[in-house]
């Protein structure tokens, strides 16, 4: 988890992953009923593992990532930038693609785990999607932290009957979240 501290670490992770599976892998296997979806098998350094599916109409290939990692930071500058105009519908999918391209890289490497280790796996992945997802959303100049909200628990006539805690990853200011939503109806 330490080697993902900021965006450009997860690209450049990334892009070392799109590298190793051009050469690297024993096989890719094609889904039978839908054949955008691929496997990924490792080799015996990877034990042999097959990955979880990879949507192949989303996932970028090495000699795409590139490219599309740069339009992704465009495409973040364009959003933090409110007052101008919005990216366009291409745009768009450079930042999807390029958020499941990175995302599936992480996922795809703890596939090649032994299988002993698959919780721990599964864990450091929704750990680093969440840090992921904080440093876009942090990129954007909104504050966004990890946090725990108390959420009022009120009775049929609206009286406060308690609080309850709820752990977030994910905890964004109102006054943050009236400026996203000021800068999405002016455009």
Not at 65 to 73: G, I, L, Q, T
Not at 118 to 138: P, V, Y
Not at 168 to 176: G, P, R, T, V
């Amino acid at each position: 988890k330490k080697h993902f501290q900021t965006l450009q670490d997860y690209i450049n992770f990334c892009q070392k992953y799109l590298q190793f599976i051009e050469k690297g892998l024993q096989a890719r296997i094609v889904s039978q009923n839908e054949n955008h979806y691929q496997f990924y098998q490792y080799r015996d350094d990877g034990f042999y593992n097959i990955t979880r599916p990879v949507n192949t109409l989303l996932m970028y290939e090495e000699a795409i990532f590139e490219d599309a990692s740069v339009k992704f930071w465009q495409v973040l500058t364009q959003l933090r930038e409110r007052d101008k105009q919005l990216p366009n519908d291409q745009l768009r999918q450079v930042l999807v693609r390029t958020i499941y391209t990175i995302q599936q890289s992480i996922g795809a490497v703890l596939d090649a785990l032994p299988s002993g280790k698959s919780n721990q796996a599964r864990k450091i992945n929704g750990d680093l999607f969440e840090r992921l997802i904080r440093l876009i959303i942090s990129e954007l100049d909104v504050d966004c932290v990890a946090g725990t909200a108390q959420v009022p628990i009120k009775d049929d006539k609206g009286e406060i009957l308690f609080k309850t805690s709820y752990q977030h990853d994910l905890l964004i200011s109102k006054e943050d979240q009236l400026k996203i939503i000021g800068s999405v109806k002016t455009s």
